[in-house]
């Protein structure tokens, strides 16, 4: 998505949070205060077509590896699952027990595994790192519910604009005794910017009159599509080349094992052919739950 499209979607998100605003405070004239929130954890990610590619060449490998009596298969590429979630909150409480939020995250999600498979000192390995990362911008409606003089539970929902990135970095090598490897790496990123939905519930224990923790179970459904990038080739001859690349969703036929096998191409044009099948672009779900603490300071009147 060009920068321009993405000013626009930040303004709109601000306008909605400052309309809204408005249309409250119409109705009650009164802000309670102002708050922020920090906090961060760890959650869980759907990763959609990517997991299916790691678990589709795992089964490749192996089915390419029981053809050959003798031969073994090493490793394997785990799916991308758990990581790290940040965030960043700007809350303003009203009255009611309601409150408007504009925030920012971070989630990051990485992998770096290898497979080989080797006979008799013959072997070809593959290794394969991948980050994935998000940067959300949120909208959130909340609603507290008090439960005490210093305790008070929280519901949210809202929109989000996330700003997904991926870097790769691939090396094939084959081995044969007495000879120097043959190789190849394909180093890229690529970026994809998609809308989405997030709401939680969590609890909150005052420390003091303006300092208080948090603990939260959160939420997120994002489907980002349309991955663009660029990706870098070299080998061991020493051929080298740079070209823009999309991402596509690809069922490929292995004429050796004679099975179809789910993948990610990462190409300069859709994939075609008799060996291809239900060839679309791919798509790299950030869903999932994630669980948060952290801490909220209020300026103002609570």
Sequence with gaps: MKTKTKR????????????GLTSIGHADSAIKGFTLKLGGGAGSW???????????????????AGLVVGADVVGGINQLNFGPDFEGEFIIELPKNFAVGIGIGY?????DDTTEISLYGVGESIGIETRFTAVPITLNGYFNLPLGAKTKAYV??????????????????????????????DEGDASSNAFGFQGGVGIEFNLSESVALFFETAGRYANLKNWEGQNRYNDYLGASESESVDWYFAEEYDGTTRHWYRTVQIVDEEPSGDYYRNVRKAEINYSGVVLRAGIKITFGKK
């Design 46 to 64: 759907n990763g959609s077509d990517i997991n299916n590619f790691f678990t589709d060449f795992n089964v490749r490998m192996n089915n390419t």
């Design 8 to 19: 626009l979607v930040l303004f709109g998100l601000v306008f909605l949070f400052a309309l």
């Design 156 to 185: 949210k929902a809202g929109v989000g604009y996330y700003i997904g990135k991926s870097t790769y970095f691939v090396r094939q090598e084959a081995r044969i005794l007495g000879l120097p490897p043959v190789w190849q790496e």
């Design 107 to 111: 989630m990051v999600r990485t992998g």
